[in-house]
C-alpha cells in the first residue's frame, strides 16, 4: 500500500486527535498562509481606524499566545495546536498587511523582505519542535512585525517623516518589546531562564538590521506609496484644480504603466513627468523628481534634473505633482519620485526616441 500522505484517508482511520497531531505541521503552516491572503485582501489603507485596530489586536492576540506557550513550557505539558495556530494565524495577518502596505510604496525590496521573513517563519516552524526554541523563535518574529507596525504608525501619528521619527519609531518597540520581556520573565520564570538570552540577542540583531535597511534606503518609505506615475508629452492643472495631460497610450499588454514606455519625441519638445503619491491624512512631508539618463558608454545612470516639492496627505488616489524636462536627448530615461532623503518611492522607465510612429490611436488627451 502507498505511504504517501492521504488526509483524507486517515482522518477517517484515525481519531480527532491523533489526526491532528500527525499533521500539526501542515495545519500550523496552512494557519499563517491564509492569514497572510486574508489580510492581503482586506487592508486598503494605512491610515484607517480599523484596519489600525485590527493590526494592533493580531499584536496583542500574538503576544499573548506567546506568553501561554512560556506558560505550558514552564509546566512542561504539550502545547495545544489551536494555541500555536492562532499566534501563527496572527502572524500571517500582520505579515500580510505589512506587505502590502510597504509593497505599495513602490520598491520590491519592501516586498521581497516581508516575503522573506514570512518564508523564515514557516521553515523554522517545521523544524522547531523544542517548547523554549518556539517561545525565543516567535518572540523575535513578534518583535519584528512590531517594530514594521511602529515605523508605520509612528510617522502617521506625528504627520511628518524622517530620520528623527524614525528612530522615535525604533526606541518605543524597544520599550514595548522590554516590557513585553519583563511580562514574559513574570510568567514563567522557567521559561525566561532559557529564552531571555537568545531572544535578547535576536532583537538586537532584527533591530540592527532593520537600521541598516533603512539608513540604506532599502525599506520603503512608508506611509507613502505611489499611486500612478506616467511621462507626458504636455500637462498644465485646469483652472477647477484638476490636470490636463497630453500621452501616448500604453500597449494592451502594458498591464501596470500609465503611459507608453516610447516618448515619440519631436524637434524641440519637452517631456513631463507626472506621479500621484498617497499620503496619510495632516501628513506634510517633501518629495523629488529624479530625472535620470541612461549613459550607454560608461553603462551607468546619470541624474541630469532632480525637482523638489511639498505634498499634503489625505487624497485617496494621491497628491499629484509634475516635473519637466526640457528637450530630452535620445535614448534611455527613468524618472523617480523619491522621499527628500532618497528613498524610492516608484519610478517609470521609457525610450526617448525620434518623432515618427506615435502609439497606436495618436497622441491622446485626459485629465488628471
Not at 337 to 355: D, Q, S, W, Y
Request: charge should be positive; glycine fraction near 10%.
Amino acid at each position: 500500500m502507498s505511504s504517501r500522505w492521504n488526509p483524507f484517508r486517515d482522518k477517517m482511520t484515525l481519531p480527532l486527535k491523533e489526526y491532528v497531531k500527525k499533521y500539526e505541521r501542515h495545519i500550523g503552516a496552512a494557519a499563517i498562509i491564509f492569514g497572510f491572503v486574508w489580510d492581503s485582501i482586506t487592508l486598503a489603507r494605512p491610515d484607517q481606524l480599523l484596519g489600525n485596530i485590527i493590526l494592533v489586536t493580531y499584536l496583542i492576540i500574538s503576544a499573548g499566545g506567546i506568553l501561554l506557550l512560556a506558560g505550558y513550557a514552564k509546566k512542561g505539558t504539550a502545547v495545544p495546536l489551536l494555541l500555536l495556530a492562532l499566534i501563527q494565524f496572527s502572524f500571517g495577518n500582520l505579515a500580510g498587511g505589512f506587505l502590502v502596505i510597504y509593497g505599495r510604496s513602490g520598491t520590491f525590496e519592501g516586498s521581497f523582505l516581508f516575503l522573506f521573513i514570512l518564508g523564515a517563519f514557516i521553515i523554522g516552524n517545521e523544524f522547531l519542535r523544542d517548547k523554549y526554541s518556539r517561545v525565543n523563535f516567535h518572540v523575535s518574529t513578534w518583535f519584528f512585525l512590531s517594530l514594521a507596525y511602529f515605523v508605520l504608525v509612528v510617522p502617521m501619528v506625528l504627520g511628518r517623516m524622517g530620520d528623527t521619527v524614525f528612530v522615535l519609531s525604533g526606541a518605543i518597540s524597544l520599550v514595548v518589546a522590554s516590557c513585553f520581556l519583563l511580562v514574559l520573565y513574570l510568567v514563567s520564570k522557567k521559561a525566561a531562564s532559557f529564552v531571555l538570552p537568545k531572544t535578547f540577542f535576536s532583537i538586537v540583531v532584527i533591530f540592527i538590521i532593520f537600521n541598516a535597511l533603512y539608513f540604506s534606503n532599502i525599506i520603503p518609505p512608508v506611509p507613502l506609496s505611489l499611486r500612478g506615475i506616467g511621462v507626458y508629452h504636455f500637462v498644465e492643472k485646469t483652472t477647477e484644480g484638476d490636470y490636463k495631460a497630453i500621452y501616448e497610450k500604453p500597449l494592451w499588454y502594458e498591464f501596470f504603466r500609465d503611459t507608453n514606455k516610447i516618448f515619440n519625441k519631436f524637434e524641440g519638445e519637452d517631456a513631463y513627468c507626472f506621479s500621484s503619491v498617497f499620503a496619510p491624512v495632516r501628513m506634510s512631508t517633501g518629495i523629488n523628481h529624479r530625472w535620470e539618463y541612461y549613459n550607454e558608454a560608461l553603462g551607468n545612470w546619470r541624474t541630469t534634473t532632480l525637482v523638489s516639492f511639498p505634498i499634503v496627505g489625505g487624497r485617496d488616489s494621491g497628491y499629484r505633482g509634475y516635473s519637466q524636462k526640457s528637450n530630452p536627448p535620445l535614448g534611455r530615461w527613468r524618472c523617480s519620485v523619491e522621499t527628500a532623503r532618497g528613498a524610492l518611492i516608484g519610478r517609470t522607465t521609457f525610450n526617448v526616441v525620434i518623432g515618427g510612429v506615435v502609439a497606436p490611436g495618436g497622441l491622446q488627451e485626459k485629465i488628471l
